[in-house]
């Protein structure tokens, strides 16, 4: 039986610049994803696995620290709406072996930049490595209540542009916790939703579960969660034959309030960088 480790943010570096490259140069977090656990191979326990107390994976976890690493020596950029591309600089990287000594040489001059100007003596990997503000906001949110988080779920989809959107939370429903409607020029569909305040990851009987709820009742059914889902219950959502059914997790909801402004406030901050070769020339 073959042994898997959970990739690391090196281990990722390669797979992530050549899925740009094979994506045609740009690509969403969710297309990297797909595209890169798919080239891995690696098993649903794997893919599973929990960063800390969730709701992302460790595998998601790594692979965001591999596309800053990347963005660190100029290799991609990125969006404010999320959309990864590749630099001419990336495109230039010829092997897996000088890409890991691009970046190996980069935080070692990133560490000495820091040393050179913390007079506290702080530990410059710990401070690349500060606490997401995603994870603090989902602490938040995991704390509210089911109907707060309800109510919360109903503010979104009506600040992303569904109309007649209600709470219905009725007991016996499948999990159908509310309807709404979404117009798209001049077609409107109608939207059953679930919201599952959660920190674990939903399986494939809840999705299940919730499509038959909705099959014969809405257009489309949107499934919103603070916490993951697993590979099983994301193959289901899209299973051939079967109505799909939109996933949203906690990351996912992280971005929504972001874009939206619902709770997270944003700002932009002049950063200041010391250069001690400078001092170094005098």
Request: proline letters at 3%; glycine letters at 10%.
């Amino acid at each position: 039986m073959t042994k898997y480790n959970i990739p690391t943010r090196m281990d990722l570096l390669w797979p992530t610049l050549k899925a740009l490259e094979s994506r045609g140069g740009s690509a969403s977090i969710h297309e990297l994803s797909d595209h890169i656990t798919s080239g891995l191979a690696l098993p649903d326990e794997i893919l599973e696995k929990l960063h800390g107390s969730g709701p992302g994976t460790e595998v998601e976890y790594q692979a965001g620290w591999a596309r800053t690493e990347l963005k660190h020596i100029g290799a991609v950029e990125n969006s404010s709406r999320g959309v990864w591309t590749i630099t001419n600089f990336g495109r230039s990287v010829e092997t897996e072996t000088e890409l890991r000594e691009l970046v190996q040489l980069k935080r070692r001059k990133r560490r000495q930049e820091r040393q050179a100007v913390d007079s506290l003596g702080q530990d410059a990997d710990k401070a690349m490595e500060a606490r997401p503000w995603e994870d603090d906001l989902l602490d938040i949110i995991r704390q509210i209540s089911p109907d707060a988080f309800e109510r919360l779920c109903q503010l979104v989809l009506r600040e992303s542009g569904f109309t007649r959107v209600e709470v219905t939370g009725r007991s016996g429903d499948g999990g159908i916790d509310g309807v709404g409607v979404l117009r798209v020029n001049l077609i409107s569909f109608h939207v059953r939703f679930q919201c599952k305040r959660y920190s674990g990851s939903v399986g494939a009987p809840e999705i299940r579960d919730f499509r038959g709820a909705m099959v014969g009742r809405a257009d489309k059914g949107l499934f919103i969660t603070s916490g993951g889902f697993t590979r099983e219950a994301e193959r289901e959502a899209v299973r051939d034959g079967a109505p799909a059914i939109d996933l949203i997790n906690g990351m996912d909801l992280c971005d929504l309030l972001r874009n939206l402004r619902l709770g997270v406030a944003t700002e932009t901050v002049e950063q200041v960088t010391v250069k001690p070769e400078f001092f170094q020339g005098i």
